[in-house]
T-cell receptor, first 111, second 114 residues
Framework: AQRVTQPEKLLSVFKGAPVELKCNYSYSGSPELFWYVQYSRQRLQLLLRHISRESIKGFTADLNKGETSFHLKKPFAQEEDSAMYYCALSGLRNRDDKIIFGKGTRLHILP | EAQVTQNPRYLITVTGKKLTVTCSQNMNHEYMSWYRQDPGLGLRQIYYSMNVEVTDKGDVPEGYKVSRKEKRNFPLILESPSPNQTSLYFC??????FGAGELFFGEGSRLTVL
């Protein structure tokens, strides 16, 4: 079954500490993985996608096919990072473009 | 400016009174989708559309209808709303095909059914 699992509903981290938001997936084909972020009272917006290999706002994520994971990391948390984060998956090569979201992790940065 | 526009942004209605939430995108995207967002349940897909006149059920389609008569518009219809449809609704669109890229989301429509 195709599935995205974010094991933590809430993650509280002190400002300046490292952040890791976990995402594991199950997919039978070649997946494309994304991280979306939703700041308070705003729309969801793309943070990262694995094929672009970018670092956005200090966040990085590496696709680990062996562990079927796409964890989001940042070395030093900032207060403005407080938001809801969703991991998502899509088929990279087939035309069934159903996008599967995890249930989200709320990141709370403590001062 | 590339955008997905939803209306209304806020709505309070009563049980059984039909309503439509409109969604329009100006990016010529083939794929459009509706999600509802509830605390503790994350984003759940209601319906999606791969192209004009092509729609498919998502994970929670009960109580909803959609139509895709034009590429840019994908309205969500609640024929007889019930209180369990009180939620925050998001419309989204994207390209299709190989490495299709990100989903663009609307600002959300907060619906309360009394």
């Amino acid at each position: 079954a195709q599935r995205v699992t974010q094991p933590e509903k809430l993650l509280s981290v002190f400002k300046g500490a490292p952040v890791e938001l976990k995402c594991n997936y199950s997919y039978s084909g070649s997946p494309e993985l994304f991280w979306y972020v939703q700041y308070s009272r705003q729309r969801l917006q793309l943070l990262l996608r694995h094929i672009s290999r970018e670092s956005i706002k200090g966040f990085t994520a590496d696709l680990n096919k062996g562990e079927t994971s796409f964890h989001l990391k940042k070395p030093f948390a900032q207060e403005e990072d407080s938001a809801m984060y969703y991991c998502a998956l899509s088929g990279l090569r087939n035309r069934d473009d159903k996008i599967i979201f995890g249930k989200g992790t709320r990141l709370h940065i403590l001062p | 400016e590339a955008q997905v526009t939803q209306n209304p942004r806020y709505l309070i209605t009563v049980t059984g009174k039909k309503l439509t939430v409109t969604c329009s995108q100006n990016m010529n995207h083939e794929y459009m989708s509706w999600y509802r967002q509830d605390p503790g349940l994350g984003l759940r897909q209601i319906y999606y559309s791969m192209n004009v006149e092509v729609t498919d059920k998502g994970d929670v389609p009960e109580g909803y209808k959609v139509s895709r008569k034009e590429k840019r518009n994908f309205p969500l219809i609640l024929e007889s709303p019930s209180p369990n449809q009180t939620s925050l609704y998001f419309c989204a669109s994207r390209e299709t095909g190989f490495g299709a890229g990100e989903l663009f989301f609307g600002e959300g429509s907060r619906l309360t059914v009394l």
